[in-house]
């Protein structure tokens, strides 16, 4: 999924942008800035394993959508009931981990080997 599409998935799912409409030019300010935030922590984090303007990974692009209609949804002016359902939801960095956190965490961990690589002598 494209990061464009990623902002317009986002958008529609904290329920300001209707299935049909386009996105104000602020809306999709809001969405690229927070995504740009959202992928920084994920690179901090050492989890996302894709650039800023690549395409999301099919794996996590629904927990994508979580985590960014969460970050976009109260500056937005979303109903505190939607914002309190994307927290569930998309929060990242929270205490349980939400369903978003741990579909990208379990994307980032499919290259996590529990074996030590055995070291060759010459």
């Given amino acids: ?8 998935a ?7 942008v209707g299935v049909l409409e ?11 800035d927070r995504y740009a935030g959202l992928h920084a922590q994920l690179v901090t984090d ?9 395409n999301i990974p099919a ?11 969460f970050l976009c949804a109260k500056p937005l002016g979303a109903p505190d009931e939607e914002v309190q359902r994307l927290a569930v939801l998309g929060a990242y960095g ?3 981990m939400t369903m ?3 579909s990208i965490r379990k994307y980032a961990a ?9 070291a060759e002598y010459f």
């Fill in 1 to 8: 999924m494209p990061p464009t599409e990623l902002r317009f």
């Fill in 10 to 16: 986002a958008l529609k799912e904290t329920g300001i």
């Fill in 22 to 32: 386009t996105p104000s030019a602020e809306q999709n300010a809001l969405a690229e």
């Fill in 46 to 54: 050492g989890i996302a394993r894709w650039s800023l303007t690549e």
């Fill in 59 to 69: 794996a996590v692009e629904q927990a994508m959508i979580w985590a960014l209609a």
């Fill in 94 to 96: 929270v205490t349980p």
């Fill in 100 to 102: 978003a956190e741990r």
């Fill in 110 to 118: 499919t290259r996590y080997v529990s074996q030590p690589a055995t």
